[in-house]
């Protein structure tokens, strides 16, 4: 298994581009299922989970068509063969439960594994099902997988959400745009990638309104055409580079980004003592003094500070001036990038959701293990600011969401490679 090999100590200079959003595209590719003409896709990121998702739609009959290595995706499912989503490929990535909605929506049943569990909770799906159930479908979980279908087709229904879960949110949306009739979410998600889809979906003909707000109501149409859409910029890729810079000095511009996705982040970076300005082309993040300051952060909503980047945070906060508190309310188990830290000399005591950070001068190289997409990164950058070399392990997690992370970290000067084991 491959690792990468950081080396600490050297500010970083320059440019580094913005790919497209993961949890966009892992939503905007089942999209293709609801119409069968032709969906295409620009900005796509190059992931491994994008390369999942492929998998998973070409085993249902989608055809996928890669193009500019992997920069624009054309998704076609006027030949569907299946709308079983096997165990085999959904254990390895809990988007895949977003072709519930639109199998259903558009061949009225549908058989997906429940995705199982990961390292960061739980994550089941009740919220998805009971959202679907208001629209009329009968889902019956049997032998590991949901069994869904809907008599003569989905309902336009009320559907208040208990929690305003991204996934279900996506589910219920994609659903409704062919349900007979109008649907209202109510306490919706609002994160970016929400609106990106919206945004697809009305070029695809769908009737829209009220996405990035906690209401969104849907029209249900009869057929939805082909579409064109480019997807939106990754703010959390963006959040984990802006703090590249924080952990190693000097100043970077993130080509893309955009104030709007990252606001309470760029809050928080301001209290911790950290410049971003707009540029024609994108965000510049510079420290303003040589140590960061001491901040308290609580993973919310959108469009509270995202879970996402937690993780990256908390190991910035490792060498800031000051006490931290970090309290994660997303997930149940989000903090397994701390013992990583600790390793490395951080001084962080977690109990429960709550993690407190007491800043140290320095930290230092250590080998350390990727337990998670986000934990991964977090580590990287860790390693950036640490004395001396640091070699995270289980790199497969970071491959997930990060597109050619070294060629981007050391085109800014970072000392850092990849190794084969
Ligand atoms: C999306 O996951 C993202 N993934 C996650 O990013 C992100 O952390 C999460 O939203 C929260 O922002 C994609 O978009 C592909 P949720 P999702 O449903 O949709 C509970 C990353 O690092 N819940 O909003 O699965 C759930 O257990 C990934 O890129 C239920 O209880 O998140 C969790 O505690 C990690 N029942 C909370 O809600 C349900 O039916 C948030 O889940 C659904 C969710």
Redesign the pocket.
Known sequence: MDSILVTGGTPLNGKIAIAGA??AA??LMPAALLSEEPLTLTNAPRLSDIATMTALLRSLGVEVTSMQDGKVQVLSSHAMTSTTADYEIVRKM??SN?VLGPLLARHHQAVVSLPGGCA??????????TALEAMGAEIELKDGYLHARAQGGLKGARVPLR??????T?NVLMAATLAKGTTVIENA?R?P?IVDLAECLRRMGAHIEGEGTNTITIEGVDRLGAATHPVVTDR?ELGTYMLAPVFAGGEVECLGGRLDLVGSFVEKLDVAGVDVSETEHGLKVKRRTDRAQAVDVTTE??PGF???LQAQMMAMLCTANGTSVLEEK???NRFMHAPELIRMGANIEVHGGVATVRGVDRLKGAPVMAT???ASVSLILAGLAAEGETTVSRIYHLDR?YEHIEEKLRGVGARIERVSA
């Open positions: 993961k949890n892992l939503a809990r988007a977003l960061i909770g739980a994550r089941p799906m009740d919220i998805h099902v929690f305003a879960s991204v996934g279900a996506e998600a994160e990638e959390i909503v959108f995202p879970t996402d997303i997930f149940e998670d997409l986000r969401g």
